[in-house]
Structures are given as structure tokens and as C-alpha cells.
């Protein structure tokens, strides 16, 4: 069983900052991709933030120069940086990873985490 846990959400006002962590724990002989989404009510969940286990990283146009994806391969740990934060970054944030348990590749998704940015 592998589980993910999100944290650092909450509420912050336009122009602030948050870090989210995501950390993966369980049966884990190695994490390929980590990722973060986020979802609106009504709305498709959306890929914001993806990075390899080698460190590359890719972006949704919105958040390009504003948030910075890392993470701590020994810790089984992802990072979501977020500067500048817009109303509009208004979400549920998940977690999301590609495991290798000793048994398969699957991939496991987070609860997520509330971030509210207010004008």
C-alpha cells in the first residue's frame, strides 16, 4: 500500500506565497513522475506542475514563472512553490505519483489540499 499526503494549503491573500509538500510513503521501490493538479468545483481537474525523477519539469502556461515544481528523491517527497498567487489559483490541489511498489507501476493520488487565494 502506498499512500500520498498533501499539506501547506490554506488562505492568502493575492500577490502571496504558499509551498505545498507531497509526501509519498508505504511500499515504494522508486517514484518515476511526480506531479500536481488542481481542481475547481464544476470544473475538469487540471495538470498544473510535473517533474521527472531525473529533475526535469514542465508547466501549465498559467503558473509559468510563478510557481516551481521540485522534489527530494530520498524523502519520496514533491514540492509546488507558488508566488504570486492569483483569485484565480483558487483550488483543491492534489498530489499525484508513479510508483513502482515491488509489485506493479500504479499510479496514486493524494486527498488534496484547499488553497484559497483572496483578493
Known amino acids: 500500500q502506498v499512500l500520498l499526503v498533501e499539506s501547506g494549503g490554506g488562505l492568502v491573500q493575492a500577490g502571496g506565497s504558499l509551498r505545498l509538500s507531497c509526501v509519498a510513503s508505504?511500499?515504494?521501490?522508486?517514484?518515476?513522475?511526480m506531479d500536481w493538479y488542481r481542481q475547481v468545483p464544476g470544473k475538469q481537474r487540471e495538470l498544473v506542475a510535473t517533474i521527472t525523477r531525473g529533475g526535469s519539469t514542465n508547466y501549465e502556461d498559467s503558473v509559468k514563472g510563478r510557481f516551481t515544481i521540485s522534489r527530494d528523491n530520498p524523502k519520496n517527497t514533491a514540492y509546488l512553490q507558488m508566488n504570486s498567487l492569483k483569485p484565480e489559483d483558487t483550488a483543491v490541489y492534489y498530489c499525484?505519483?508513479?510508483?513502482?511498489?515491488?509489485?506493479?507501476?500504479?499510479?496514486?493520488w493524494g486527498q488534496g489540499t484547499q488553497v484559497t487565494v483572496s483578493s
Open positions: 508505504g511500499r515504494i521501490l522508486s517514484i518515476n513522475d
Open positions: 499525484n505519483a508513479d510508483v513502482n511498489n515491488y509489485l506493479s507501476l500504479r499510479t496514486y
